[in-house]
């Protein structure tokens, strides 16, 4: 791997101690990042070296609890790892801080290779973009990178704004926009599951799947994200996103090498087919709900407008089910379902891929692939029972993968620092999915669909499941008092 220094923006703050600085962590103990590896930690806070690296320990400590046995190596890892404080506001601090990386980067024989890696709030990126253009930081003789958080613009406006202003700065192939989605293990198996399985490749289409379902559903509320979610909602912070990546993903047919090209020429192919909604038909084809007060494993949850942050009368969806179509021929007439939604019954997330039925036997084949927190897929048939001519039972073939998987920080972090950008959102892929979210954020705007109460800790919505039941099908493996593939049709 080429050695490379990696400016981190936002270093002080909730993701690098959470899911950054620990991926890193990972990766430095399973020998994956360059030698000599250097951070240069950016922040606003008047911190020490001290104090900012006795503030990363404390979240390693924290957060790579399995990795405990390998604390002795942790002071090596800090001594990667240097504070530096700026205000990225300021274009005099790029200046200092280009002299500082250079000088830097020639003591310790790095190439002048550039990561630069924004995990600050979204107002910050483009002007962080253009300050490290212009004070020529990211005019390096080796590559320059620039990976970035979530969220990519909060319309198609805003979206087109950050991109150009992105843009002027760094090439679309220099740009890794985070989907942690993409980063996940069994979401990465998905790009090979139709191209490398003939029998898969063999029912993948129109006349053998009756419909998918990608559902992701969280326990928990909005936590300390209110001031954010409250103006985002389900619909830009997991279905713009997320969501459509997953049915991108699904749907995607690569007819030659699983190269990055080849597999975002296949999403972007399933984004420009999936039909568009009209304003005014988005309440047919979308549920949007909110959260009321419930309980989750026997515990009381506030109602959404009662938590801290929130407008007391918020409109804010924090659930979302939608039907959509990807007018291509393998996929004519298959409606792909998408749910979403916050303080529900269980946290998982998961795709399922319903075939139709067989003249023999009434339950239909099912296809489960288990994202998180389970990893794996579950393949049910229909089998005789021994002895029992005629009568047919389901029978589940089940994979889980039990491995220590790496986080999705650690592959997403592995992959920009070799230049791959199979896993990573790209630009139109971006574009097309705002498109497509854009009248379904109007027509929520002007209230023209229903804002349905859901108590904390159920399935959502009895809407999202009627949503359904109008094309014959129901939710597969909401969490009931049935066995787990016995088809429900209520709450
Ligand atoms: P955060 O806890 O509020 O941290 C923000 C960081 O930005 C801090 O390090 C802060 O430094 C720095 N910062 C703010 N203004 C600055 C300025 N003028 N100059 C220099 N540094 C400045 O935010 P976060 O939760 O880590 O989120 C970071 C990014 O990740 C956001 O884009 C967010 O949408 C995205 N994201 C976060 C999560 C999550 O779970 N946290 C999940 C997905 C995506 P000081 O604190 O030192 O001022």
Redesign the pocket.
Known sequence: MDTMTMLL???????????IFPALFRMYLDRKLPQPFWVVA????A?SQSRFRAHIEESLRDFCQDRAGDFSRLPVFLQGIEYYE????QPQAYLNLHHYVRSGESERRIGENRLFY?????E??AGIAGNLHRSGLSQTSGWRRLMV???FGSDLASARDLNRKLGEAFAEEEIYR?D?YLGKPMVQSLGSLESANPIIHAIWNSRYIANVQITASETIGVEE?AA?YDHAGAIRDMVQNHLLQLAMLTAMHVPGRMTAEEIQAAKRNVMEAVRPLDKEDVRLHVVRGQYSEGSIDGTHAFAYREEAGVAPMSMTDTFVAARLFIDLPRWQGVPFYLRTGKRMKEKSTRIVVQCKPSEEAELPNLMVIHVSPDQGMTLRLNLNGPGKPGQLEPVELKYANQENLPEPYELLLAEAMKGDRTHFAQWEEVELAWRWVEPILAAFAENRVPLHDYPAGTNGPDAAYRLLEEDGFTWWLDPQDEPVYTPVHAR
Do not use: C, N, Q
């Not at 700026?86 to 506001?89: G, Q, T």
């Open positions: 923006f936002g270093a002080t703050g909730d993701l690098a101690a959470r899911k950016t922040g606003r806070r911190w700026m205000d990225v506001r924004l995990s600050v709030s979204p910050l990126f958080e979530k969220p985070i942690h994200r954010y």
